[in-house]
T-cell receptor, first 109, second 113 residues
Framework: GEDVEQSLFLSVREGDSSVINCTYT??????LYWYKQEPGAGLQLLTY?????DMKQDQRLTVLLNKKDKHLSLRIADTQTGDSAIYFC?????????FGAGTTVTVRA | NAGVTQTPKFQVLKTGQSMTLQCAQD?????MYWYRQDPGMGLRLIYY???????DKGEVPNGYNVSRLNKREFSLRLESAAPSQTSVYFC????????????FGPGTRLTVL
């Protein structure tokens, strides 16, 4: 969706950290999400952050939210080959989600 | 896939043919959604249904109709398929435990020749 923007591609070496960035426009969004899509599969909810938080950590995943700049990022520590996928950022408003175009993450050995 | 099933998984149509994509949930959730996914464009909302018997247009409703006859099922119909409707279609539900977080079905890959 045009309201949510993210870079299209990211290549990372196995074992390094990946950082996927996203900007959104709706400051009233209650939740912001990261979804993961593996080839040929549907979207899997990876993590989310409530809009009154600025950071959330869940095992290898760290979500940072900068409300002032409307910037969201997802950091994956110790990236593995199984992390190769498309990652979608999404914002919620009024029971609808707006998605970014997705960032294709390729993990190289 | 959070109890969301979609049929069929794959379909090939000729231009002008009609078909219905089916989505069913195995829980008693109110909100259901239909999206299409195209390369480089993310997911775009076609229609959604906040409750049984109600439907609303999303971002790209033209060429589609929907039906929510009961709480469990939400169908998407293409009356006269066009090549521009070649896409992957996803159904989603909102269980409500986490605000309006959506959970997706496995998708239907549709090709219109």
């Amino acid at each position: 969706g045009e309201d949510v923007e993210q870079s299209l591609f990211l290549s990372v070496r196995e074992g390094d950290s990946s950082v996927i960035n996203c900007t959104y426009t709706d400051s009233s969004s209650t939740y912001l999400y990261w979804y993961k899509q593996e080839p040929g599969a549907g979207l899997q909810l990876l993590t989310y952050i409530f809009s009154n938080m600025d950071m959330k950590q869940d095992q290898r995943l760290t979500v940072l939210l900068n409300k002032k700049d409307k910037h969201l990022s997802l950091r994956i520590a110790d990236t593995q080959t199984g992390d190769s996928a498309i990652y979608f950022c999404a914002e919620s408003n009024d029971y609808k989600l707006s998605f970014g175009a997705g960032t294709t993450v390729t993990v190289r050995a | 896939n959070a109890g969301v099933t979609q049929t069929p998984k794959f379909q090939v149509l000729k231009t002008g043919q009609s078909m219905t994509l089916q989505c069913a949930q195995d829980m008693n959730h109110n909100s259901m959604y239909w999206y299409r996914q195209d390369p480089g464009m993310g997911l775009r909302l076609i229609y959604y249904s906040a409750s049984e018997g109600t439907t609303d247009k999303g971002e790209v409703p033209n060429g589609y109709n929907v039906s929510r006859l009961n709480k469990r099922e939400f169908s998407l119909r293409l009356e006269s398929a066009a090549p521009s409707q070649t896409s992957v279609y996803f159904c989603a539900i909102v269980p409500g435990q986490l605000g309006d977080t959506q959970y997706f079905g496995p998708g239907t890959r549709l090709t219109v020749l």
